[in-house]
């Protein structure tokens, strides 16, 4: 069998303040897409199809991109590459399309495309087992502790949702999605020959992937509706520290300006909501297990899983652990061990204990402490509304301009504050 035809798509990345530009030639011809079992009557749609190719073109883009913060780093990025509707990117979609990628990974984006000449294998996807029926609601499904106790609140408000996975644990998520008794459900993977590996670090632009693959499935069941779970403190993006920058994977920006370039790129409204904005992690879970009951509850949860660092064999530092073991130290992994009092997945380094035996570690701590700190600082009898909202850097400003109402200052200070006694219930010090 002869080889694919190629399908380029030429990137060159510009990084300040020292002048220096790389230019990638990738081949969209070497990207293996594999299922769409599930997908509803409407089928593959063309401009969803050119929208995920592009959020795949930009998440191989970030795989070049250091992990490291240093004051070198990319200031702008130019793809040129070839769509199936190129006249579908109107001015106001390539503007929330450029404003979305600015707003996730702090870089200026331009886009040129020209018409594609020849298919590739996004548009030979399997249509097996698609579906009769259309839903109004597509949730996206991670296997994630919050998107799983997004599917209880599916079922607890009776939302008749079909799902959309990318898949890492294709089987963890069958699994799950069975649990609750979801029948349609489309999961999607990909490989790229000669793609970059990468392992860890913050996946600032992956999101706007898996948003593009729930565009895709919404289109496919003509729903109107992308539900997005994810808890509060995480989709507000507040950082612990000045140094830090928080993913903003489901800030309500980001879901605003997503729900502008899908509904003006389909011309139908497709609108991205996140009904966890207002609950912290472990009022999720909390939720879920009241629903559940304790037993079941204890056994979803050990399918779920969480950690940035799941592939990796070392974080921070000399410390190492198996793949696929949650290394207990990043974000997400912190952020999940306030929600769960009782049984977790076994974590390579358990904070939440003295006798772990890197407890003490300031090196394992690094993440953890700088959460504590600015937890008692919220938590100080001295501190309140008026002095939280003066401080509050602008992703937080821009979570109440965004949030269509939902949001105060008063209401994240209280969201941030009941988040900041679960850290101090969660893990002791010294």
Request: aromatic content about 8%.
């Amino acid at each position: 069998m002869s080889a694919p035809a190629a399908i380029s798509a030429r990137v060159e990345i510009a990084k300040a303040p020292r002048p220096e530009t790389h230019v990638l030639d990738l081949d969209l011809a070497d990207i293996e897409w594999h299922d769409a079992a599930g997908l509803g009557p409407n089928g593959l749609d063309r401009r969803a199809l050119d929208l995920l190719e592009i959020a795949r073109v930009v998440w191989e883009v970030e795989r070049y991109i250091p992990k490291r913060i240093s004051s070198q780093r990319v200031r702008s990025v130019k793809v040129q590459m070839s769509v199936r509707e190129p006249s579908a990117w109107t001015p106001k979609s390539m503007a929330a399309l450029k404003a979305i990628l600015r707003l996730l990974g702090n870089a200026e984006w331009t886009f040129g495309f020209s018409k594609r000449k020849k298919d590739s294998a996004l548009d030979r996807l399997s249509m097996d087992g698609a579906q009769p029926d259309h839903a109004s609601t597509v949730a996206l499904f991670s296997a994630g502790l919050d998107s799983t106790s997004g599917l209880d609140w599916l079922v607890r408000n009776g939302t008749d949702a079909a799902l959309a996975s990318f898949y890492g644990s294709k089987a963890k998520q069958t699994q799950l999605a069975g649990e609750f008794e979801f029948k349609r459900h489309v999961q999607m993977g990909c490989t790229w020959a000669n793609g970059r590996r990468r392992i860890g670090g913050q996946f600032q632009y992956r999101s706007f992937l898996f948003l593009a693959l729930g565009a895709m499935v919404a289109r496919s069941y003509r729903a109107s509706t992308l539900l997005q779970f994810e808890n509060g403190p995480l989709a507000i993006a507040m950082p612990p520290a000045a140094t830090y920058r928080m993913t903003r994977h489901a800030h309500p920006m980001l879901q605003t300006l997503a729900s502008e370039l899908f509904s003006n790129l389909f011309g139908e409204p497709l609108s991205v909501q996140n009904p966890f904005l207002l609950s912290t992690k472990r009022e999720a879970a909390l939720a879920m297990k009241a629903h559940l009951g304790a037993e079941r509850f204890e056994k979803t949860i050990l399918g779920t899983e969480t950690c940035w660092n799941l592939a990796s064999r070392q974080v921070l530092g000399a410390i190492t652990k198996r793949i696929g073991q949650p290394c207990g130290l990043c974000i997400p992994c912190i952020v999940r061990r306030t929600a769960l009092s009782g049984p977790d997945v076994a974590h390579a380094v358990d904070l939440t204990l003295r006798k772990d035996a890197h407890f003490a570690d300031a090196d394992a701590r690094i993440h953890v402490d700088a959460y504590l700190a600015w937890a008692r600082k919220l938590t100080a009898s001295s501190y309140g509304p008026e002095r939280f909202a003066f401080e509050a850097p602008q992703i937080v400003r821009e979570a109440v301009a965004h949030s269509d109402g939902k949001l105060t200052m008063s209401a994240i200070f209280e969201i941030e504050r009941r988040f900041a006694h679960e850290l101090i219930q969660t893990f002791p010090v010294p």
